[in-house]
């Protein structure tokens, strides 16, 4: 099936620009501070050079986006598709963190929707990992009606191995949860 993992997304908040090898500087104004990622399993990518390396695995999956708020007129994050897997007709969402000042106010919420019916008209299954202790993560796609399918433990692009839970949300589930 031919589509496109980074395509440009937009509701009435959020534009999901695709990310360019360029914007590294851009991004890390977002990323540079600790709080960002005191819930991910990588506590340091606040750290130059280990967020180098996070941006690096992102231009490499040539799915990433800048999340920018419309609103605000800003780039608040960032997020990717990633790993096609045909055989299973799946495809996964993550690497996302936003702005502190973004948390619980809806941003994650209207960005995993869009990337959702996007992503669900050309694949049957959206797998999401998040990491065994980021609570605030686990929660806000439980509120999509994602469910946890199991523990593992993995490596994100370059780098350590951690403990994370596997969810995943199905075509299906995701236009029964739309619908109701």
């Known amino acids: 099936m031919k589509f496109s993992i980074q395509p440009i997304l937009e509701n009435d908040i959020v534009k999901l620009i695709p990310l360019q090898s360029g914007d590294f500087e851009k991004l890390y104004a977002v990323a540079s501070d600790p709080e960002v990622w005191a819930n991910h399993p990588n506590k340091n990518r606040f750290e130059r050079e280990v967020f180098e ?21 800003k780039i608040i994050g960032s997020t990717r598709f990633y790993n096609f897997q045909p055989s299973e007709n799946s495809i996964q969402i993550g690497y996302t ?72 949300i199905t075509k299906s589930d995701w236009l029964k949860f739309k619908n109701s």
Request: charged share 25%.
């Open 53 to 73: 390396k996070f941006f690096e695995g992102a231009v490499a999956s040539k799915g990433a986006y800048l999340i920018w708020d419309k609103i605000q007129s």
């Open 97 to 168: 963190f936003y702005a502190v000042e973004y948390w619980g106010k809806g941003y994650n919420h209207a960005v995993k929707t869009l990337m959702l019916d996007y992503i669900l008209q050309f694949t049957d299954k959206v797998i999401l990992h998040v990491g065994a202790e980021n609570y605030r993560s686990q929660a806000a796609i439980k509120k999509l009606n994602a469910r946890c399918v199991r523990e593992l433990e993995m490596a994100y692009f370059g780098e350590p191995i951690r403990r994370n839970f596997e969810f995943e």
